[in-house]
């Protein structure tokens, strides 16, 4: 080994769920005695923590563990490569044989356990006992994710994802509220609740469980457990039919959460609806979100459409793009359809070219863009708080670069600063002079 405490490089594919996930291993790797890698060089051992979505999100995980292994199987040294998460969860027996580069393999329900893997790995066998549960979250940024639940039961026809991180597991309030405080402690000034379906979290708890039961009421813990810091708090991956009377008022009467609503739908079409074994319709989801703009002030609504799902007539598409138009939705993401092994849509037989696919996903996005950046244009001149998330590197060198709370950091753009100086963390009060995409220019207005 290249140092008395040997050091992890990790790498994260996918979706802040498993920024969550390379957190936790992290943390234990850290209370076990580990240091971090900043690049393969320095590496004792590599994580890579791995996405399996969809084919597309599986072959960049392969790809990936694929060049890091040519990267650190030089010739010179050997550096063993342990992969975790989805890939291993949906794939699990078949990986050895398949890529026998990876020294080990981590489902994600045995992430817990990782200690022990690389130790294995690395042929240690001393050390000190770290309890898992003591084991605390460190976060660098202004923004942590903050795990509500695991897995999902609503097996739409599409998703491989019930498959891959098994049934909907919510995670216990009194665990969430206590790494919420950890987290502010540390300085995180946004907290972004996620899970696969978050409007559902506690209907899976027994009688015995007490305090918050519903996602409303653990939101207000959330906000309570950390005052009197004003955190914002985000929610992200709510189903339309999470979207109770109790969780909109929560969300319209605590100051802390805010008016960002991400209800990926999917779909408007009610056959097309249930045919992805979701419920709903066209009518329900117009009422849905008129009634959200009509009691929530100043909503953001993201969404998402996945285009080309099997059976997808051109009327069917077309009435989806009225539907966008119509709603008017801050972000929404296009996904085309691809047919996931294992998955009770990918045997219809109804299956469509790709030519059409494309040409669908193509004209989501178009829309996407053209709702998303008016959206973003109508910003400028008005004011915003703005969270100091770091700096970019640009043409003309540095630049500081924030996000407004209109903004779910990672995936709706950013704000471009005029100081030159300020803290990771700092919230600004900013105003908009100019914006590009889904990007804005801000000036600092006061402190
Ligand atoms: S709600 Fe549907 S799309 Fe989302 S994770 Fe669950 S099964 Fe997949």
Same mark, same amino acid.
């Given at each position: 080994?290249?140092?008395?405490?040997?050091?992890?490089?990790?790498?994260?594919?996918?979706?802040?769920?498993?920024?969550? $996930?390379?957190?936790?291993?992290?943390?234990?790797?850290?209370?076990?005695?580990?240091?971090?890698?900043?690049?393969?060089?320095?590496?004792?051992?590599?994580?890579?923590?791995?996405?399996?979505?969809?084919?597309?999100?599986?072959?960049?995980?392969?790809?990936?563990?694929?060049?890091?292994?040519?990267?650190?199987?030089?010739?010179?040294?050997?550096?063993?490569?342990?992969?975790?998460?989805?890939?291993?969860?949906?794939?699990?027996?078949?990986?050895?044989? +398949?890529?026998?580069?990876?020294?080990?393999?981590?489902?994600?329900?045995?992430?817990?356990?990782?200690?022990?893997?690389?130790?294995?790995?690395?042929?240690?066998?001393?050390?000190?006992?770290?309890?898992?549960?003591?084991?605390?979250?460190?976060?660098?940024?202004?923004?942590?994710?903050?795990? =509500?639940?695991?897995?999902?039961?609503?097996?739409?026809?599409?998703?491989?994802?019930?498959?891959?991180? &098994?049934?909907?597991?919510?995670?216990?309030?009194?665990?969430?509220?206590?790494?919420?405080?950890?987290?502010?402690?540390?300085?995180?000034?946004?907290?972004?609740?996620?899970?696969?379906?978050?409007?559902?979290?506690?209907?899976?708890?027994?009688?015995?469980?007490?305090?918050?039961?519903?996602?409303?009421?653990?939101?207000?813990?959330?906000?309570?457990?950390?005052?009197?810091?004003?955190?914002?708090?985000?929610?992200?991956?709510?189903?339309?039919?999470?979207?109770?009377?109790?969780?909109?008022?929560?969300?319209?009467?605590?100051?802390?959460?805010?008016?960002?609503?991400?209800?990926?739908?999917?779909?408007?079409?009610?056959?097309?609806?249930?045919?992805?074994?979701?419920?709903?319709?066209?009518?329900?989801?117009?009422?849905?979100?008129?009634?959200?703009?009509?009691?929530?002030? $100043?909503?953001?609504?993201?969404?998402?459409?996945?285009?080309?799902?099997?059976?997808?007539?051109?009327? +069917?598409?077309?009435?989806?793009?009225?539907?966008?138009?119509?709603?008017?939705?801050?972000?929404?993401?296009?996904?085309?359809?691809?047919?996931?092994?294992?998955?009770?849509?990918?045997?219809?037989?109804?299956?469509?070219?790709?030519?059409?696919? =494309?040409?669908?996903?193509?004209?989501?996005?178009?829309?996407?863009?053209?709702?998303?950046?008016?959206?973003?244009?109508?910003?400028?001149?008005?004011?915003?708080?703005?969270?100091?998330?770091?700096?970019?590197?640009?043409?003309? &060198?540095? +630049?500081?670069?924030?996000?407004?709370?209109?903004?779910?950091?990672?995936?709706?753009?950013?704000?471009?600063?005029?100081?030159?100086?300020?803290?990771? &963390?700092? =919230?600004?009060?900013?105003?908009?002079?100019?914006?590009?995409?889904?990007?804005?220019?801000?000036?600092?207005?006061?402190?």
């Amino acid at each position: 080994m290249s140092q008395a405490k040997p050091s992890i490089l990790y790498i994260t594919l996918g979706c802040a769920k498993n920024e969550v $996930d390379t957190d936790r291993m992290r943390a234990l790797l850290n209370a076990a005695g580990y240091d971090e890698a900043l690049d393969s060089a320095e590496a004792d051992a590599v994580i890579i923590n791995t996405c399996s979505f969809l084919a597309s999100a599986s072959s960049e995980s392969i790809e990936c563990t694929l060049q890091l292994a040519e990267e650190v199987h030089d010739g010179v040294r050997s550096t063993p490569i342990v992969m975790c998460g989805c890939l291993p969860s949906r794939y699990g027996d078949d990986l050895p044989d +398949e890529l026998p580069e990876v020294a080990a393999f981590v489902p994600a329900d045995k992430e817990d356990g990782i200690v022990s893997v690389v130790d294995r790995v690395l042929g240690r066998s001393e050390r000190m006992e770290v309890s898992v549960p003591d084991v605390k979250r460190t976060v660098e940024g202004a923004v942590a994710y903050l795990k =509500i639940s695991d897995g999902c039961d609503r097996f739409c026809s599409f998703c491989a994802i019930p498959y891959i991180r &098994g049934r909907y597991a919510s995670r216990g309030a009194a665990s969430i509220l206590a790494e919420a405080r950890e987290l502010v402690a540390g300085g995180v000034r946004e907290l972004v609740l996620i899970g696969q379906d978050t409007g559902i979290w506690g209907t899976d708890f027994d009688e015995s469980v007490e305090g918050p039961r519903t996602l409303a009421e653990l939101l207000v813990a959330v906000a309570e457990a950390v005052r009197p810091e004003h955190v914002w708090i985000r929610v992200l991956y709510l189903q339309p039919e999470g979207m109770t009377p109790e969780l909109i008022s929560a969300i319209r009467d605590t100051p802390e959460v805010l008016p960002y609503i991400d209800i990926p739908v999917q779909h408007c079409s009610a056959r097309v609806l249930a045919a992805m074994n979701r419920s709903g319709s066209e009518a329900e989801l117009d009422e849905l979100f008129s009634r959200l703009r009509s009691e929530i002030p $100043d909503m953001v609504i993201r969404t998402t459409y996945l285009a080309g799902f099997p059976g997808e007539t051109d009327d +069917e598409a077309a009435a989806m793009l009225a539907f966008m138009d119509r709603t008017g939705f801050d972000y929404t993401s296009v996904f085309e359809y691809s047919a996931e092994e294992g998955t009770r849509a990918a045997k219809m037989d109804c299956q469509l070219d790709e030519a059409v696919k =494309i040409e669908r996903t193509q004209a989501g996005m178009d829309l996407a863009e053209s709702l998303g950046f008016a959206a973003t244009a109508a910003r400028v001149g008005t004011t915003a708080d703005v969270i100091v998330d770091g700096v970019e590197e640009t043409d003309d &060198g540095l +630049e500081l670069i924030g996000h407004a709370w209109f903004q779910a950091p990672d995936c709706d753009g950013a704000v471009h600063l005029d100081i030159e100086e300020a803290a990771v &963390g700092d =919230i600004l009060k900013v105003r908009f002079t100019d914006s590009f995409c889904y990007e804005l220019v801000g000036e600092v207005v006061e402190e």
